[in-house]
């Protein structure tokens, strides 16, 4: 016969709870899995959108940025903010076509045979910011104002592998170039 005493069981039970625990935490990394970042913000007009970034799309863009100094960081802050800037530009009527992300793409990085989606979202959002700086300037009063409202309701919520140390922000149109690392 087996005698347990009082200290044994709570040595078992503790034990059994800490393996509970640890489980439950390395099941429940992320509140979204297999998403590196998700985020919500207020669309102009004033519709709720949520933005999506998986933990395949971010390596595979950061893999095909990585030649030309973006971080997995830069990259995944790119890929939240490009909604934002993509509803400006079609607001403002400003649009990159599918054959000149492939040219920015193939200029930025000439040993690359081809690109991965987050990649080519990067390269738009780089030449849409880029046109977003060549609107008039009464356009371009009104874009600040319409990119403050949509900033000001960005709420990102990164899985903890991703989250960066610093606040996490909307980033202004200088440092979504393609042309160099940013610091």
């Not at 200290?7 to 489980?23: C, D, E, I, K, P």
């Not at 007009?45 to 830069?74: F, H, K």
Request: aromatic share 6%; with cysteine; glycine share 6%.
């Amino acid at each position: 016969i087996l005698v347990l005493t009082t200290a044994s069981r709570r040595v078992r039970a503790l034990a059994a709870g800490v393996l509970l625990v640890a489980s439950g935490a390395l099941t429940a990394c992320s509140v979204h899995p297999g998403q590196a970042a998700v985020a919500q913000f207020t669309g102009l007009d004033g519709a709720q959108q949520e933005i999506s970034v998986s933990e395949t799309d971010l390596a595979e863009a950061t893999s095909d940025l990585a030649p030309l100094g973006w971080t997995r960081d830069r990259v995944l802050n790119g890929l939240l903010q490009a909604p934002v800037y993509f509803e400006l530009a079609e607001k403002y009527g400003l649009s990159v076509p599918d054959a000149d992300v492939e040219t920015i793409l193939a200029q930025a990085n000439p040993e690359a045979s081809s690109f991965s989606e987050g990649a080519k979202t990067i390269a738009r959002l780089s030449a849409i910011s880029a046109q977003l700086q060549g609107v008039s300037a009464d356009e371009a009063e009104q874009a600040q104002a319409d990119f403050t409202a949509m900033a000001q309701s960005f709420q990102p919520t990164a899985s903890p592998r991703y989250a960066a140390e610093r606040p996490w922000e909307i980033q202004d149109a200088s440092a979504l170039s393609l042309d160099g690392a940013q610091e």
